[in-house]
């Protein structure tokens, strides 16, 4: 019994001298991998020319070829061991002129409004439309109107975003379906058109589009739709009010075109232990027309970018495959990542892990995982290597969009996504100002060096 207690403790002491071990260790590699993120990085450089010299890259559109071509480009140079391009095809929407819209009280006497199309929609009837609004905050309110009260009117989508949410992801969630499937809804009454509040909690002129869908509706029953700014919202709401009989102009030459061919970007560095086990790291090269899609989603795609680069900068070898995905089309269609899933369950690929990066390049504060609970009792026990850098928010929840399709085909079971803070977030969201003077340098490098650290670690030890 004696001889059983000394041995029980002699192994204690030595698995606590390995765990100190193996965190100083760990320790001293992710601030390796801080120090060349902060000091040497790329993202913030890949993300200038991104949004300065190429521009919005809406799916099928010729800054999405050009972003391809770069990004590409870029990857090879980083001497991965493998870099291709995974063709997909993807719809092709285009915006044409610009909108125009203005709030009509009596007979010449109009305000402007900021509007812009959504995404998928038709556009309106030559010359434009012109209807009575009918202002609504849910589709149970739309059901009780009934075709009687909006027959032949515009309906007018005004619930906020719910701005007493911390978390402001489940905002966003608790509003879109307004843009989402608004239209379809209000077709089905006999609406000739639909306003949406814009997604934003912010108080601007900035409307913000994003995809639309109409379901099953007949193409002939299909009705033009569009997002309003905040303050738009705000002024048409309270001029309602005053005026319920008010006209509302809108004109739209927005277009749907055949698909059109693209590509995902893929780079990898082979495993040295486990080369057909396989980790995912990456972004949507896509972006929405009206800014650059600086935060959506260039930024995920150039902390991605850099995660390889700095492992090999820093002579990382790992022990599986690490690869870097540039998914096409997450914005209207999720093409992108439906068909890396499609091909890699087709190649019989095992992926131990995936990890987006999707909610703007602000400042890093943790990761979701999409895991279960013993896998993620885990990761969560890797915290305290993150605490040092006010990243240590590890919580179960959801990941990305494009990696989604991975877990749905069973290819992979844990997934996760990078966490920045969210409260600025949907300030540029599909809109206008989605431009790279909205990105701070320190903050998109921080970003990538939490991604790489994270990757690191799973690369090590595993989430099983």
């Given at each position: 019994?004696?001889?059983?207690?000394?041995?029980?403790?002699?192994?204690?002491?030595?698995?606590?001298?390995?765990?100190?071990?193996?965190?100083?260790?760990?320790?001293?590699?992710?601030?390796?991998?801080?120090?060349?993120?902060?000091?040497?990085?790329?993202?913030?450089?890949?993300?200038?020319?991104?949004?300065?010299?190429?521009?919005?890259?809406?799916?099928?559109?010729?800054?999405?070829?050009?972003?391809?071509?770069?990004?590409?480009?870029?990857?090879?140079?980083?001497?991965?061991?493998?870099?291709?391009?995974?063709?997909?095809?993807?719809?092709?929407?285009?915006?044409?002129?610009?909108?125009?819209?203005?709030?009509?009280?009596?007979?010449?006497?109009?305000?402007?409004?900021?509007?812009?199309?959504?995404?998928?929609?038709?556009?309106?009837?030559?010359?434009?439309?012109?209807?009575?609004?009918?202002?609504?905050?849910?589709?149970?309110?739309?059901?009780?109107?009934?075709?009687?009260?909006?027959?032949?009117?515009?309906?007018?989508?005004?619930?906020?975003?719910?701005?007493?949410?911390?978390?402001?992801?489940?905002?966003?969630?608790?509003?879109?379906?307004?843009?989402?499937?608004?239209?379809?809804?209000?077709?089905?009454?006999?609406?000739?058109?639909?306003?949406?509040?814009?997604?934003?909690?912010?108080?601007?002129?900035?409307?913000?589009?994003?995809?639309?869908?109409?379901?099953?509706?007949?193409?002939?029953?299909?009705?033009?739709?569009?997002?309003?700014?905040?303050?738009?919202?705000?002024?048409?709401?309270?001029?309602?009010?005053?005026?319920?009989?008010?006209?509302?102009?809108?004109?739209?030459?927005?277009?749907t075109q055949a698909d059109v061919e693209s590509y995902n970007v893929i780079g990898e560095i082979k495993g040295s232990t486990f080369p057909d086990k396989y980790i995912v790291v990456g972004g949507h090269l896509d972006s929405w027309d009206l800014g650059d899609g600086s935060q959506d989603d260039g930024a995920g795609c150039v902390q991605s970018m850099e995660v390889l680069r700095i492992l090999k900068k820093n002579g990382y070898n790992p022990k599986h495959t690490i690869r870097v995905v540039l998914f096409m089309n997450e914005e209207n269609g999720l093409r992108g990542g439906k068909k890396y899933a499609a091909e890699a369950k087709k190649r019989g690929e095992h992926h131990i892990f995936g990890l987006?990066?999707?909610?703007?390049?602000?400042?890093?504060?943790?990761?979701?995982?999409?895991?279960?609970?013993?896998?993620?009792?885990?990761?969560?026990?890797?915290?305290?290597?993150?605490?040092?850098?006010?990243?240590?928010?590890?919580?179960?929840?959801?990941?990305?969009?494009?990696?989604?399709?991975?877990?749905?085909?069973?290819?992979?079971?844990?997934?996760?996504?990078?966490?920045?803070?969210?409260?600025?977030?949907?300030?540029?969201?599909?809109?206008?100002?989605?431009?790279?003077?909205?990105?701070?340098?320190?903050?998109?490098?921080?970003?990538?060096?939490?991604?790489?650290?994270?990757?690191?670690?799973?690369?090590?030890?595993?989430?099983?």
């Amino acid at each position: 019994m004696k001889k059983a207690l000394l041995l029980l403790v002699a192994i204690t002491i030595s698995s606590i001298g390995f765990s100190q071990k193996v965190n100083k260790e760990d320790s001293t590699f992710i601030r390796q991998i801080y120090n060349t993120s902060l000091l040497d990085g790329m993202s913030y450089n890949w993300l200038d020319y991104m949004s300065n010299q190429i521009g919005s890259r809406l799916s099928g559109s010729l800054g999405a070829e050009l972003a391809v071509e770069y990004t590409k480009e870029q990857l090879q140079e980083l001497g991965l061991d493998k870099v291709w391009l995974q063709k997909v095809m993807v719809p092709k929407w285009t915006r044409g002129g610009k909108e125009f819209s203005y709030i009509e009280t009596s007979p010449g006497v109009t305000t402007t409004t900021d509007v812009c199309a959504l995404g998928g929609s038709v556009p309106t009837p030559y010359g434009g439309l012109k209807a009575e609004v009918v202002e609504v905050m849910s589709f149970e309110e739309l059901a009780v109107l009934g075709k009687n009260e909006i027959e032949g009117k515009i309906v007018f989508y005004n619930r906020p975003m719910q701005a007493d949410l911390i978390q402001t992801m489940g905002a966003y969630g608790g509003a879109v379906n307004q843009r989402y499937a608004g239209a379809k809804e209000a077709a089905k009454y006999g609406a000739v058109g639909v306003i949406v509040r814009s997604m934003n909690l912010r108080q601007d002129d900035f409307p913000h589009t994003g995809t639309m869908s109409y379901g099953d509706t007949p193409e002939h029953l299909r009705i033009p739709a569009c997002a309003i700014s905040t303050n738009g919202a705000d002024l048409l709401s309270t001029t309602l009010k005053l005026q319920p009989n008010l006209q509302f102009y809108l004109s739209m030459n927005c277009k749907t075109q055949a698909d059109v061919e693209s590509y995902n970007v893929i780079g990898e560095i082979k495993g040295s232990t486990f080369p057909d086990k396989y980790i995912v790291v990456g972004g949507h090269l896509d972006s929405w027309d009206l800014g650059d899609g600086s935060q959506d989603d260039g930024a995920g795609c150039v902390q991605s970018m850099e995660v390889l680069r700095i492992l090999k900068k820093n002579g990382y070898n790992p022990k599986h495959t690490i690869r870097v995905v540039l998914f096409m089309n997450e914005e209207n269609g999720l093409r992108g990542g439906k068909k890396y899933a499609a091909e890699a369950k087709k190649r019989g690929e095992h992926h131990i892990f995936g990890l987006e990066s999707d909610a703007g390049g602000f400042t890093p504060r943790g990761f979701s995982f999409d895991v279960i609970d013993g896998d993620f009792n885990k990761i969560k026990s890797w915290e305290p290597l993150f605490e040092t850098y006010l990243t240590n928010w590890f919580t179960k929840g959801g990941s990305g969009a494009d990696i989604g399709p991975l877990k749905k085909e069973g290819i992979a079971n844990v997934l996760s996504g990078l966490r920045p803070d969210s409260q600025r977030y949907f300030d540029y969201h599909h809109a206008k100002n989605d431009t790279f003077e909205a990105v701070n340098k320190r903050e998109l490098e921080l970003g990538a060096a939490a991604m790489t650290s994270l990757i690191y670690l799973v690369d090590k030890y595993g989430v099983k």
